[in-house]
């Protein structure tokens, strides 16, 4: 019992080590960052719960016009062919997914804008 007593009287007064924090990791991956929408490509989950917004890569507002959008989007129908901006394939699986997406109804909240279209050489990124 001396030695318990004796031990733990040791470690307390003994300094706190100061906590070493970890890298940051990148933002563009999931983790409430904006991300550049010239680097969004892959599979894709779509987010409609904004209580969720924290956990996904980027807000985005679907553009009624192509003039307006900064990412022209094409949903493909395999996950492979996805590998260039503006190239999505849309998964029903968070976990599975590159980025998630938050789609908002309010332009004002969202980082930027896409528009989807049905012809794949028309997708990509608008160069400002």
Not at 3 to 26: F, M
Not at 56 to 82: G, H, I, R
Not at 118 to 125: H, W
Request: charge should be neutral.
């Amino acid at each position: 019992m001396f030695l318990t007593t004796l031990v733990s009287a040791l470690l307390w007064w003994q300094p706190a080590a100061p906590a070493v924090s970890a890298p940051l990791a990148p933002r563009v991956q999931q983790g409430g960052g904006y991300a550049d929408p010239c680097k969004i490509y892959g599979s894709i989950y779509l987010e409609r719960d904004p209580r969720r917004r924290g956990f996904c890569s980027a807000t985005v507002y679907v553009e009624q016009q192509e003039a307006f959008a900064s990412l022209v989007v094409y949903q493909e129908a395999n996950k492979l062919f996805a590998d260039k901006a503006g190239l999505w394939y849309i998964t029903e699986a968070r976990d599975f997914a590159d980025y998630t997406v938050l789609v908002t109804n309010n332009r004002s909240f969202a980082d930027f804008g896409i528009y989807y279209t049905k012809v794949r050489a028309f997708a990509g990124c608008k160069q400002d």
